[in-house]
């Protein structure tokens, strides 16, 4: 009878010590499922314009897409590398160009968030397409 009478008592400690730590919150284990996004990246072309210094964005058909703000945000990656022929200087060196970039974007915001790749294209390209304006010289 003391063999039973110890080995429920034991048995009882045991289970209030399980209870015990499994109720502590530094014991407890939280798992959250993340949602999965898809990044996926775009090709844009359009008019690349850097007017002043940390400024930049893409205007294309789809509207205008924010490369970065000075002093702000700045998204990932090359800018494209822009030859004299290819470039209208507005502003000392800064100015604008006909460029394609692959990227991946904020649609909601308008924001580029990286570029993957980036390439000038000839001036024409983007004169000749009606749904791009050109920027002024301002």
Not at 21 to 38: F, G, L, N, Q
Not at 52 to 81: H, K, M, R, V
């Amino acid at each position: 009878m003391k063999h039973i009478l110890t080995t429920a008592v034991l048995t009882v400690v045991i289970a209030i010590s399980v209870i015990v730590i499994e109720s502590r919150p530094s014991a407890t284990v939280v798992v959250e499922a993340a949602p999965v996004v898809r990044v996926v990246s775009e090709t844009r072309c359009g008019w690349f314009s850097n007017p002043t210094p940390g400024n930049a964005w893409l205007d294309d058909a789809d509207g205008s897409w924010t490369i970065g703000a000075q002093g702000g945000y700045q998204a990932e990656g090359d800018w494209p590398d822009f030859k004299p022929p290819e470039w209208v200087k507005t502003n000392g060196e800064y100015g604008y160009g006909c460029a394609c970039m692959n990227v991946t974007t904020d649609k909601k915001e308008m924001h580029v968030l990286k570029i993957l790749k980036a390439w000038p294209k000839p001036l024409s390209t983007c004169r000749n397409d009606k749904k791009l304006k050109e920027p002024k010289d301002d």
